[in-house]
């Protein structure tokens, strides 16, 4: 199976109960978005919620920043693109960009997530990724390093020191 690069992982449209009083997308709604994205995104990996069941194992984020660019309304179209910036034995981290028809290529939102696998056979616990999950990340990550790493990426919130 070919990989794109980026992925283009999931897409829906805006509901009403989505929408706030300034009559745009709610804040938290981008971030419920691009999740749905990453667990598209582990579907494809081998880590369905089916083979999520099946093999006791689970993702949990650990980390998730969010970047507002664009307004984004009611009834439109978006669509997550996703790449995959990297990845260990046990961890890796994405990084979403949230586009519409009305923007075409300009970026409405970006977020980054640094995820975790984890074994829920017992007490919640951090643990490799099986070979079949670890040898798909490969594969992505393989058609994905020649990318650029996003502008946005790795970037920590602050407001500037004052002197």
């Known amino acids: 199976m070919a ?3 980026p992925l283009s992982v999931f897409r829906t449209r805006v509901r009403p109960d989505w929408v ?3 009559h745009h997308l709610n804040d938290g709604y981008y971030l419920v978005i ?4 990453t667990d598209a995104f582990q579907d494809m990996i081998g880590m369905s919620d089916a083979e999520r069941r099946a093999t006791k194992t689970t993702i949990y984020t650990l980390e998730a920043h969010v970047n ?3 307004e984004i309304k009611e009834g439109e179209e978006v669509e997550v693109r996703t790449q995959l910036i990297g990845f260990d034995q046990k961890r890796f981290q994405l990084f979403h960009t949230l586009h519409t028809a009305r923007l075409g290529e300009e970026v409405a939102a970006t977020s980054e997530f ?4 984890i074994d829920t056979s017992g007490e919640p616990k951090s643990a490799p990724f099986r070979p079949e999950v670890a040898a798909k990340l490969a594969e992505v990550m ?3 390093k ?4 996003p502008p946005n990426s790795g970037r920590a919130i602050a407001l ?3 002197k």
């Not at 640094?114 to 696998?117: A, D, E, W």
């Open 20 to 22: 706030d009083y300034n």
């Open 114 to 117: 640094m995820l975790v696998n």
């Open 160 to 162: 500037p020191r004052k």
């Open 3 to 5: 990989i794109s690069a």
């Open 68 to 70: 507002y660019l664009r």
């Open 34 to 37: 691009m999740s749905l994205g």
């Open 146 to 149: 020649a990318l650029p790493l």
């Open 142 to 144: 393989e058609a994905h």
